[in-house]
Nanobody
Framework: QVQLVESGGGLVQAGGSLRLSCAVS????????MGWYRQAPGKQRELVAR???????NYADSVKGRFTASRDNAKNTAYLQMNSLKPEDTAVYYC???????????????WGQGTQVTVSS
């Protein structure tokens, strides 16, 4: 069983910072990519940042220069450092990972349970 457990959400004032963590546990062979998505009330889930196994990262235009995604491969953990937060960043943030459970298996998508980030003005 593979689990993604997120932590680090909360309430912060505009201009503040938060750091999200996502720890992967269970029987895995390799994590191909890890990413962060968010979903605000009444809106579709959108990509925030995604790190592929080679280390390159893609960011949504709305967070470039403010958010930094990283991963610690030894700990199977991803992080999202969010600075200069704005009220429009308020959403439930979800961790996503593309995980191979065996050498000859394809990668499947796994999701965390989500963590609420609320930015007050």
């Amino acid at each position: 069983q593979v689990q993604l457990v997120e932590s680090g959400g909360g309430l912060v004032q505009a201009g503040g910072s938060l750091r999200l963590s996502c720890a992967v546990s269970g029987s895995i062979f390799r994590i191909n990519a890890m990413g962060w998505y968010r979903q605000a009330p009444g809106k579709q889930r959108e990509l925030v940042a995604r790190i592929i196994s080679g280390g390159s990262t893609n960011y949504a235009d709305s967070v470039k220069g403010r958010f930094t995604a990283s991963r610690d491969n030894a700990k199977n953990t991803a992080y999202l450092q969010m600075n200069s937060l704005k009220p429009e960043d308020t959403a439930v943030y979800y961790c996503n990972a593309a995980i191979k459970r065996g050498l000859w298996e394809g990668a499947d998508d796994y999701w965390g349970q989500g963590t609420q980030v609320t930015v007050s003005s």
